[in-house]
C-alpha cells in the first residue's frame, strides 16, 4: 500500500504563505486523482483541493478559492498545495490523500492518507 508523506507545515503570520508538499513513498504511484483536506481542532475533517492527476484539472473550497493553488510533479510523483494570503482560520493539520477512481469532496473514498501537518497561522 502506497504510504504519503507530507511536509512544509509550519508557523506563519497572517498574510503570509506556505507550500505544502506531499510525497509518496513509492518510486511508482498510480491514481487518479489527489487531494487536500484539512481538520481544525473541534472541527470535522474539511475537503480543501483536488487535482486530477493525467489531466491537471482542479477543484477547490470556496474558502481557499484564490489563496491557494494545488499542483503536482508526475516526474516526482509529488503534490504541492501553495497557499497565500493565510488566514488564522487556515490553520489546521492539513492531511494529503489520493484515490484510484473518482473524485469527491467528502472524505469517503479516499483510500490513501498521509498522517498529515500542521499549519499554524498567527494574527
Known amino acids: 500500500q502506497v504510504q504519503l508523506v507530507e511536509s512544509g507545515g509550519g508557523l506563519v503570520q497572517a498574510g503570509g504563505s506556505l507550500r505544502l508538499s506531499c510525497a509518496a513513498s513509492?518510486?511508482?504511484?498510480?491514481?487518479?486523482?489527489m487531494g487536500w483536506f484539512r481538520q481544525a481542532p473541534g472541527k470535522e475533517r474539511e475537503f480543501v483541493a483536488a487535482i486530477i492527476w493525467t489531466l491537471g484539472s482542479t477543484l477547490y473550497a470556496n474558502s481557499v478559492k484564490g489563496r491557494f493553488t494545488i499542483s503536482r510533479d508526475n516526474a516526482k510523483n509529488t503534490l504541492y498545495l501553495q497557499m497565500n494570503t493565510l488566514k488564522p482560520e487556515d490553520t489546521a493539520v492539513y492531511y494529503c490523500?489520493?484515490?484510484?477512481?473518482?473524485?469527491?469532496?467528502?472524505?469517503?473514498?479516499?483510500?490513501?492518507w498521509g498522517k498529515g501537518t500542521l499549519v499554524t497561522v498567527s494574527s
Open positions: 490523500a489520493a484515490r484510484s477512481v473518482g473524485l469527491s469532496v467528502t472524505a469517503g473514498g479516499w483510500n490513501y
Open positions: 513509492e518510486r511508482t504511484f498510480s491514481r487518479y486523482a
